[in-house]
């Protein structure tokens, strides 16, 4: 009956510090004089954030914007007359010139898996960092959350736990934690999942990030064939920069190996996307358009066992052999 | 795995369907052709709510009323510029008068256990119907949700899973329906925690409501003594309605057993609170300005342990004894 009622007694502030060590070992943030604040998902944070930020802000609506390509995800930031996520409508100069408006920098992003900076200078700007973890992208410098006091994180990205919904922020300044943490589980998060998230962070402390280096493993020998099929399609290009650095996690260069390909189809027939063609191959993926690009893009998920994954590998290569 | 992605197969079906025999078995509310809305504990689904009312309401603030006493967490729906719970500063009539007013009804109500119906007449009215269980009061007609197409509820007040964080909405408009999922768990609600409270709702409906029986037999033993222990207290008053009438449950008449005692201080000494002196005598309780009332009044917790509830006893004989 201890962990029936309503704040069971340890298992926040277990998850908390499970978090604070998690991050220290990926090496992804410093977390020192930093609030943390759950939630179920990183996706209910993304809307409380702007919520939060639009009761504070004089004009209606509250406008978003993300460089392009964005999270198709968003677009559902838009919300009644009070939000409005204009990624889609306004270029980089428009929303240089939009004084009241928030940017979201997706970091690694999403679909490309670009490093990416703040293109707007504003008080403060949302950083989206499911992605900036040692599977997907070479661990550089921290991520420095003095500098940039609002980011967030998510369980779904580092061990798989979709299903059990724990995302973070870490943030700065504590009336905004206090504010974001009143909307998102004012009564504490589920505490079953807490204690999934628990035991899932706390195998991977223990196991010094065996995570970490499995998921690279994996995701090499995975872009190493993605790149390899790529090679002769001359219809076809990868898209994401597929950037390298110094990692501060294996200590030597790394080059990325992130969790979605972003592609464009070149010489496409009249009228047909590349998600198109992909599904004509059967092929799943997400067209180039949800992300505020051409047609002629798509992404395709890497987040698929591996069977799967040599299946996809097999689809693509007949579509190059058949379509170029 | 097939439990680690987004949407396990089978999770929230099957919750659904244990939720609609509940409120069947329970005599509660009538679910058939509406939608259930699923988050985390009713508390989000109370601030969402009143979020979606202001995106389609023309004035700012929207106001939210409720009579008084009236729940003292609806004061924290105040948010920002856009949502200003009024319940404190408007009475009936100026409530009556603002014509895109909100209404929150609580029946049975928190703090007294009172059954209400709504005072204004508005197209839609927020039912937050967390008490409305056979172990807190007669189970007379069940809610009618076609009439009334706006209720909230929780698990935390039926099997007693409060850190468990499931709470629901019975929804007749799809697109109302769709806009609160959107906001509150939009990519499914924890998974352990749905599980658990699948398992805990078909135990109740496998021992045909066992644990609505055992809960009326220990709240109707708890306010013999109550009510035992207020006969010769002449300076103090149960302040809840305790009403009876026929229950379908039972089959036969029941008096209310609510979860809290409302209570008020006759002849307090100058600038002491009801509350003030209860906790002279060691009684934890919330006072009555949270409620919308005069200091005279406060509300003690009936959830407590057997041996907890005792020593309540036994502290306010205590105090009936040396102040009275």
Redesign the interface.
């Known amino acids: 009956?201890e962990?029936?009622?309503?704040?069971?007694a340890g298992?926040r502030s277990r998850l908390e510090e499970g978090i604070r060590r998690l991050h220290k070992l990926a090496g992804n943030a410093l977390t020192d004089n930093m609030h943390i604040v759950f939630a179920?998902?990183s996706?209910?944070l993304l809307?409380l954030v702007t919520?939060?930020l639009?009761?504070?802000s004089k004009g209606l609506p509250l406008k978003v914007w993300a460089r392009k390509p964005f999270y198709s995800g968003y677009s559902?930031l838009s919300?009644?007359?009070?939000v409005k996520f204009v990624g889609q409508e306004e270029n980089e100069t428009a929303a240089a010139a939009d004084e009241s408006l928030v940017e979201f920098v997706t970091s690694p992003n999403n679909p490309d898996g670009e490093i990416r900076s703040p293109v707007l200078s504003r008080p403060l700007t949302v950083f989206d960092k499911a992605y900036s973890w040692p599977m997907y992208t070479f661990m550089d410098e921290p991520f420095n959350s003095s500098a940039h006091p609002l980011s967030l994180w998510t369980l779904?990205k580092v061990t798989?736990?979709?299903?059990?919904?724990?995302g973070w922020a870490i943030v700065g300044d504590k009336a905004l934690a206090d504010a974001m943490q009143?909307?998102a589980?004012?009564?504490?998060?589920?505490?079953?999942?807490q204690?999934?998230a628990i035991s899932a962070i706390e195998h991977v402390l223990q196991t010094e990030g065996e995570i970490f280096k499995w998921g690279r493993a994996k995701f090499t020998e995975r872009w190493r064939k993605i790149e390899d099929g790529f090679r002769n399609a001359s219809c076809y290009r990868i898209r994401n920069p597929l950037a390298q650095g110094f990692d501060r996690f294996s200590q030597k260069v790394y080059k990325q190996t992130p969790p979605y390909l972003w592609m464009e189809c070149l010489n496409l027939p009249a009228q047909k996307s590349c998600g198109d063609m992909l599904r004509s191959f059967g092929i799943k993926c997400r067209d180039g358009e949800y992300f505020g690009m051409p047609p002629s893009y798509a992404r395709l998920s890497l987040y698929v066992?591996t069977p799967v994954f040599d299946v996809l590998m097999q689809k693509l290569t007949n579509m190059f052999a058949t379509t170029c």
């Open positions: 009956s962990r029936l009622g309503y704040f069971p298992i179920d998902g996706t209910p809307s919520m939060i639009q009761s504070s559902s919300f009644g007359d009070l779904s798989g736990h979709a299903s059990s919904r724990v009143m909307l589980c004012p009564i504490g998060c589920p505490m079953e999942s204690m999934v066992a």
